[in-house]
C-alpha cells in the first residue's frame, strides 16, 4: 500500500496565507499524479488543485485561481499547496491523493486516485 500525509493545516484569519504539504510513501510507482480535494460540513468533496508527476502540468478550480498555487518536488514525492488570501469559504477539511499517472494528464475526478491522505484541517475565520 501507499501512505499518503498532509500537514499544514491550521486556524487563520481571513487574507492570511497557509501552506499545506503531502508526502507520499510505500509501494513505488515510477510517476505519481497528484492533487488535493477540500470537503466541508455537509458538503461533497470538491476539486482544488492537481499535478503531474513532472509537475509541467497543473489544474485548479475556478474557485481558488489567482490565490493557490500547486507545486510539487519529483524526488521526494512530495506535493504542496500555497494559499493565500485565504477566505471564510475556503474552511474545510483539505485531502491530498495521489495515484500512478495518467498519459493525458493529472485527474481532477476523486474517483480517479487510489490513494488518500488522513485530512488536515484549515479553518478561515472571518
Known amino acids: 500500500q501507499v501512505h499518503v500525509v498532509e500537514s499544514g493545516g491550521g486556524l487563520v484569519q481571513a487574507g492570511g496565507s497557509l501552506r499545506l504539504s503531502c508526502a507520499a510513501s510505500?509501494?513505488?510507482?515510477?510517476?505519481?499524479?497528484m492533487g488535493w480535494f477540500r470537503q466541508a460540513p455537509g458538503k461533497e468533496r470538491e476539486f482544488v488543485a492537481a499535478i503531474s508527476w513532472s509537475g509541467g502540468t497543473t489544474y485548479y478550480a475556478d474557485s481558488v485561481k489567482g490565490r493557490f498555487t500547486i507545486s510539487r518536488d519529483v524526488a521526494k514525492i512530495t506535493v504542496y499547496l500555497q494559499m493565500n488570501n485565504l477566505k471564510p469559504e475556503d474552511t474545510a477539511l483539505y485531502y491530498c491523493?495521489?495515484?500512478?499517472?495518467?498519459?493525458?494528464?493529472?485527474?481532477?475526478?476523486?474517483?480517479?486516485?487510489?490513494?488518500w491522505g488522513q485530512g488536515t484541517q484549515v479553518t478561515v475565520s472571518s
Open positions: 510505500g509501494r513505488t510507482f515510477s510517476r505519481y499524479d
Open positions: 491523493a495521489a495515484d500512478q499517472s495518467r498519459d493525458w494528464g493529472p485527474p481532477v475526478d476523486s474517483t480517479e486516485y487510489n490513494y
